[in-house]
């Protein structure tokens, strides 16, 4: 985390340790005190405080997984064989059931490594244009000129358009028709 190699987006393929990358961290790598709250068994007035980057918090979380949850994709994939009465996932490498069979608790850890890094560590920079944008190219097209008719409607009782830059709009769509 101290490295801005390892935390900063790279746009070059060319980049290394050496390059200097410089980027604005995502917040979980800053540190942040925590202060837990009082515990009923301690005198009043003690408190405890702990300052740690949250990402060594997701570390956890994610070791944690990897090593209790994330096995049981070998279990998954050995009833999935037993289901269709197969031996192996193939034969890639001798002896060893292919490389599925190797890789089947990854399968498990990589969907929940990309759903918690999803929800709780990446930064989602959504503004007013990206989400209208999203909203209007989810119309069809006659939603959209309808659109565009309500909102030089709703322009005019504003006072912003006049009602001929609403028949010029007006006389515009009827004319994509």
């Keep these: 985390m101290r ?15 050496l390059s200097g990358l410089e980027c604005e961290p995502n917040p979980a790598f800053l540190p942040h005190t925590y202060t837990l709250p009082h515990l009923f068994f301690l ?10 980057e949250p990402m060594q918090f ?13 096995p049981f994709g070998g279990f998954f994939a050995s009833g999935l064989k037993r289901t269709f009465k197969i031996k192996d996932f193939g034969d890639s490498i001798p002896g060893h ?20 890094y999803q929800t709780f560590v990446a930064q989602h920079k959504l ?12 119309l069809t097209l006659e939603e959209q000129m309808e659109l565009v008719r309500g909102l030089s409607k709703y322009l005019e009782n504003q006072g912003v358009f006049g009602p001929e830059v609403v028949a010029s709009l007006d006389r515009a769509l009827l004319a994509r028709r």
């Design 127 to 138: 503004n007013y244009g990206n989400v209208m944008e999203l909203a209007i190219t989810g």
């Design 43 to 52: 005198p009043e007035g003690t408190t405890f405080s702990l300052t740690f």
């Design 58 to 70: 997701h570390a956890v979380i994610l070791s944690t997984f990897a090593s209790l949850i994330a």
């Design 3 to 17: 490295s801005k190699y390892f935390i900063c987006p790279v746009n070059d393929l060319g980049a290394n340790v």
């Design 97 to 116: 059931g292919g490389m599925t069979d190797r890789m089947d608790c990854q399968f498990i850890m990589g969907f929940f490594a990309f759903i918690y």
